[in-house]
């Protein structure tokens, strides 16, 4: 799918588009995720990242979609935080 340092555009509810830089693409419990930072301009310092899992369309097309579950999202977030940690 993505390489990390990659710029995605994606477009949210309201049809705006953002740009985000791949920084990471994390495999955990048999998924990936891609760890997003945003790229526009004023949010250059902003250190939250947004986290997406990979999945496919009904096509086999990869998509990011929103994690959901909080539970996942946690897992997701806290492995994340342990490797740039180390």
Sequence with gaps: MTKEDEVLTLTDEEGHEHEFSVIDIIELDGSEYAI???MEEGQEDQEEAIILRIDSDDDG???????????????VADTWASMIEE
């Design 61 to 75: 097309n990869e998509i990011l979609v929103d994690i959901e579950d909080d539970e996942e999202w946690e897992k």
């Design 36 to 38: 997003l930072l945003p």
